[in-house]
Nanobody, 114 residues
């Protein structure tokens, strides 16, 4: 399973970005797909996840600002990030849980300037 993340970049505080993650397999075979992030010197943390049934889960720090969505027919999961803050700066990783195994994408850098 390959996960190709895209959409990162540099944005000013208060701005928006959309991250996309394309899966090499049918999204219908993926249970939960999620976005994680890792800032320099910190652990990798869950940002948002969506189950096969469409249930979503968000980190408290992004609730109300980020929206995760999966398009099964296109094998894509997106992360709409609004009202970005400097503390959102990190490498964002797409991750999929499929048949009991976890897969990771290569990561995309998001930098929010103050």
């Amino acid at each position: 399973v390959q996960l190709q993340a895209s959409g990162g970049g540099l944005v000013q505080a208060g701005g928006s970005l959309i991250l996309s993650c394309a899966a090499s397999v049918s999204m219908f075979t993926i249970n939960t797909i999620a976005w994680y992030r890792q800032a320099p010197g910190k652990q990798r943390d869950l940002v948002a996840a969506v189950s096969g049934g469409g249930l979503t889960n968000y980190a408290d720090s992004v609730k109300g600002r980020f929206i995760i969505s999966r398009e099964n027919a296109k094998n894509v999961v997106s992360l709409q990030m609004n009202s970005l803050k400097p503390e959102d700066t990190a490498v964002y990783y797409c991750s999929a849980l499929r048949f009991g195994e976890r897969y990771w994408g290569q990561g995309t850098q998001v930098t929010v300037s103050s």
